[in-house]
């Protein structure tokens, strides 16, 4: 559980499964694929997520851009928005719901991971604290203090980074990295990246 968690909101049924290969296959857990919002909205309330790809004309209707609506009204993930339609007033009508992405279809394996990427970053570097130093977060944790590799990792994933970029970046292996957010998890209270970030962010503002 370490890994980032995605949902896929579409209604076409081989796209969704085209996407889910792809993130499958980028160190990306899907956590679940649904066709409808009244599906999505479930489970995003029985899962833990870090992001989610709505897309927006469900069934003939914007449902999409009501799901991300919500997300942005009660929830605290990013999400990108994916759609066949580029119409001016649509992106009018996306845009207030401040997704971090938009990704036209037919869309490339290229566009949908870096999207992705930089999605992950702008959400999650906004909201890293002013100050986030090992120093400062150990003060505020009673007992169970953070390693140095375990902050490295925590400072990895406020950036967005898969735990293969991270893995490259402490030149550790993959499964080293699972432990130290485990750990991570362990330490803080949270169950997902996201989770982890508003905990930190809460901590530290304190």
């Known amino acids: 559980m370490s890994s980032i968690r995605v949902l896929i909101v579409e209604d076409e049924a081989l796209i969704a499964e085209d996407i889910r290969d792809c993130l499958l296959s980028q160190d990306y857990e899907v956590i679940d694929v649904v066709h409808n919002a009244e599906d999505a909205i479930l489970s995003i309330e029985k899962n833990q997520l870090d992001v989610a790809l709505l897309d927006i004309n469900l069934h003939g209707h914007y449902e999409g851009i009501e799901l991300g609506k919500l997300i942005t009204n009660q929830y605290n993930f990013p999400f990108v928005y994916l759609t066949s339609y580029a119409h001016k007033f649509i992106i009018e009508k996306a845009k207030i719901t401040r997704p971090m992405g938009y990704i036209v279809k037919p869309f490339s394996e290229k566009d949908l991971f870096t999207t992705l990427e930089i999605a992950l970053y702008n959400y999650n570097i906004d909201r890293r604290p002013q100050v986030l130093s090992l120093e400062a977060l150990n003060s505020r944790l009673s007992i169970n203090k953070l390693t140095e590799r375990e ?33 991570l998890y362990l330490k803080i209270g949270a169950h997902s990246r996201a989770e982890i970030i508003r905990i930190v962010r809460e901590i530290l503002q304190d």
């Open 151 to 183: 902050f490295e990792t925590l400072e990895s994933i406020f950036e967005g980074m898969t735990n293969k970029q991270i893995s490259n970046k402490l030149f550790v292996s993959p499964n080293t990295i699972k432990t130290h957010i485990k750990n």
